[in-house]
Every structure is written in C-alpha cells, then in structure tokens.
C-alpha cells in the first residue's frame, strides 16, 4: 500500500518520516520528492507500507500529527513508478514550457481531458489567445469550479468547461475539431481505454497531437498498449534533460 504525506517542512529528511511511521510499522520505502533542477524538497513524502491493513491504520494514527513542528496529512495514493512523482511536479512548474513543446499555439482549440484543477488548462488557453478555444472535461464538479474560478483570475474568456461522465466516454465535440488533446495523469482512471482513445481519435484532426502523460503506468506499458490498439503512433517524448522517469510526456499522431 502506498501512502502519501504532506505538510512536511523543508528541513525533513527520509529518517525523521520513517522513525515516526516506525511506531506503527516498518515503511518498505520512505522517499521525499524533490525538486528535479535544485534538489530541494517539496514539501511531501511517498511511503509503501506492508500491507492493506497496517497502510489503514497508520492514516488513522498518524493524519494530522505533528513532524518537525508542522502538522501533516496522511492519505493513500495510487501506486507510483520511480520518478514519477518528480516528473509530475516538473511538468506543474514548467506547464507553458511542456505545452509549447507539444506543439500548442495560438488560435488552436485544445481538449484537455481530465483537466483537473487546470494546471494545462489555464496556460493553453493563454498560449492559443482569443482566437482559439480550450475545452476541460472533468468528472469532478469542484475541480472545474475551481478552473472557472483561475479563468476569471486570469480574465480568460475561451475556456469551456464541460462535466463528464467518464463511464460514457462520449466527448460532444465534432469530428476532426481539435489540434491538440492533452491527456495527463489520466488513463489509469479509465477501464476503458480502447473506447477513450476511439473517441479522442475522432475528435482529433488529422494533423493534430495527442499528447499523455501515463502516470502510474510506465511509458513502455503504454506505448505497448497504443501499439496493439493501432489508432495512434509515437511521434516523440518530452521529459527534462538527463533526468530519467517511469513516464514520460508521450506524444502521438493518428496511424
């Protein structure tokens, strides 16, 4: 089972995390993610613990504790694969970057599905300016409120936020009506990823892009998967220089 904690300060290392989970049981693997370029810590560890059980009762015993004068949150998380949690905070803090680098410009209209809270959103909708057009899906309702809230921060006017249902799948956009689809930290969440991907492959223009971040599946596993469907090809990856993770940004063009 694996476990993330937050709240931590800069200061906190490996030990101080796995001496206060000690008292419960023995963490398999205790790691503060740190920032890719300085080395500093984010603020937040990942820990496995043995088992369902005793990963169950340390969120009980420990959530709200205090660590080093600050109190932390403890709550379980999927699975990760090394470097991932690295890589996903990269992306965050160099989101205009990654989204140039994919190709997304101005008067362009970029679907980003499962936008989350809109860490894409909000700089694609800045990169394509008034003449193009962003649309976020989300299952969560409060995580497009809180997109909608950004955009008005920002006075962006071209982002539509639309309520998913992701056991439909069905994206009511036209056909061939997009440049650019981003897909980050998503797929694990979809049981059906053959009928996803059919629709993003409708919807895509025949020259676009899209673009996935397959978080907690591992960027060979997924180029496997995307090989054996046969609707899109590898076109590149996008990652920091020299740094090596699990998952990487891929990105496909239609087949």
Known sequence: MQLYVSGLSDDTTEVDVEEIFSKICTPRLVTIIRDIESGKSKGFAIVKIPNEEKGEEVIRQLNGTMLRGRNIVVRRMPETLPGEMEF???LTEHASEVLVHVGVSEAQTVLDYGCGAGTFTIPSARIVGKEGEVYAFEARSSRLERVREKAKEA??????????????????????????????????EIDNRRGLLQELHRVLKGDGILSVFPMHMGTENFIDVMREYGLFCLRNRYGPPGFKAASAVLNFQKC
Do not use: F, G, Q
Not at 157 to 167: E, Q, R
Not at 178 to 185: N, P, Q, S
């Open 88 to 90: 996903r905070e990269w």
């Open 155 to 188: 006075a962006l006017s071209n982002i539509v936020t639309v309520l998913s249902d992701s056991s439909k799948l069905s994206i009511d956009l036209p056909d061939e009506s997009v440049d650019i689809i981003l897909v980050y930290d998503v797929m694990h």
